[in-house]
């Protein structure tokens, strides 16, 4: 059973969620900028640190914001990341293309959602 949300605070909401996909291309692109930094530096603790915790965030907001087509590769990114950060590694070709992959479909959902009026 779902109550309906007061008018205003539904638009409220709206705004929040425009001003949200209106800064998602830059928020993207800092995460390809660290992964892109982490695959420079071959898995150093620091870079690969920062992209975990860069994609982590940005995962949990774009779901809360209801973008499950930019969250759901970024979830993917964020596991990858983390198995990373447990073994204090990052790993082979078929780990990097996990992450190019899922990197490629955040950032296409995201143009999309950049595109929306």
């Given at each position: 059973?779902?109550?309906?949300?007061?008018?205003?605070?539904?638009?409220?909401?709206?705004?929040?969620r425009?001003?949200?996909?209106r800064?998602l291309?830059p928020?993207?692109e800092?995460?390809?900028?660290?992964?892109?930094?982490?695959?420079?530096?071959?898995?150093?603790a620091?870079?690969?640190?920062?992209?975990?915790?860069?994609?982590?965030?940005?995962?949990?907001?774009?779901g809360?914001?209801?973008?499950?087509?930019?969250?759901?590769?970024?979830?993917?990114i964020?596991?990858?990341?983390?198995?990373?950060v447990?073994?204090e590694?990052?790993t082979?070709?078929?780990?990097?293309?996990?992450?190019?992959?899922?990197?490629?479909?955040?950032?296409?959902?995201?143009?999309?959602?950049?595109?929306?009026?």
């Amino acid at each position: 059973m779902s109550e309906e949300l007061d008018p205003e605070v539904e638009e409220a909401i709206a705004a929040l969620r425009v001003a949200y996909v209106r800064e998602l291309g830059p928020k993207l692109e800092e995460v390809a900028q660290a992964i892109a930094s982490l695959r420079g530096a071959r898995g150093a603790a620091a870079e690969l640190q920062l992209a975990y915790r860069l994609a982590h965030r940005l995962y949990g907001s774009a779901g809360a914001y209801g973008l499950g087509d930019v969250a759901a590769p970024l979830g993917v990114i964020e596991a990858q990341l983390y198995s990373a950060v447990e073994a204090e590694l990052v790993t082979d070709e078929v780990w990097w293309s996990a992450v190019d992959a899922a990197l490629a479909a955040a950032l296409r959902a995201g143009r999309a959602r950049c595109a929306e009026p």
